[in-house]
Nanobody, 115 residues
C-alpha cells in the first residue's frame, strides 16, 4: 500500500504561479511512475504531466511550456510548478503513483485561478 498526499493548491490570479507537491510513502520511491491529473467541474479527469524513473517528463499540450514536473527522490516528493496560470487551469489536481503495476491516488488539492 502506498499513501499519497497532495498539497500546495490555492487561489491564484491569471498569470500567477503555484507549486503543488505530492508526497508518497515507500522505500522504493525512485522506481515509481508519478503522474499529475486534474478534474474541472463537470469535466472528466485529464492527464497533465508524467515523471518516470527513467525517461524524460512529458506534458499535456494544454500545459506544455507553462508547467514543470520534477521529483526529489530523497524526499519521496514530486512537484508541479505551474506558471502563467489561466482560468481554465482551475480544477482539483490529483497525484497518481504507479508501483508494481498498481495505482494509488491522493485526495486531491484544489487550484482556482481567478481575478
Amino acid at each position: 500500500q502506498v499513501q499519497v498526499v497532495e498539497s500546495g493548491g490555492g487561489l491564484a490570479q491569471p498569470g500567477g504561479s503555484l507549486r503543488l507537491s505530492c508526497e508518497a510513502s515507500g522505500s522504493d520511491f525512485n522506481t515509481y511512475t508519478l503522474t499529475w491529473y486534474r478534474q474541472a467541474p463537470g469535466k472528466e479527469r485529464e492527464w497533465v504531466a508524467i515523471s518516470t524513473n527513467s525517461g524524460s517528463p512529458d506534458y499535456a499540450a494544454s500545459v506544455k511550456g507553462r508547467f514543470t514536473i520534477s521529483r526529489d527522490n530523497s524526499k519521496n516528493t514530486m512537484y508541479l510548478q505551474m506558471n502563467n496560470l489561466k482560468p481554465e487551469d482551475t480544477a482539483v489536481y490529483y497525484c497518481n503513483v504507479q508501483r508494481l503495476f498498481r495505482g494509488y491516488w491522493g485526495q486531491g488539492t484544489q487550484v482556482t485561478v481567478s481575478s
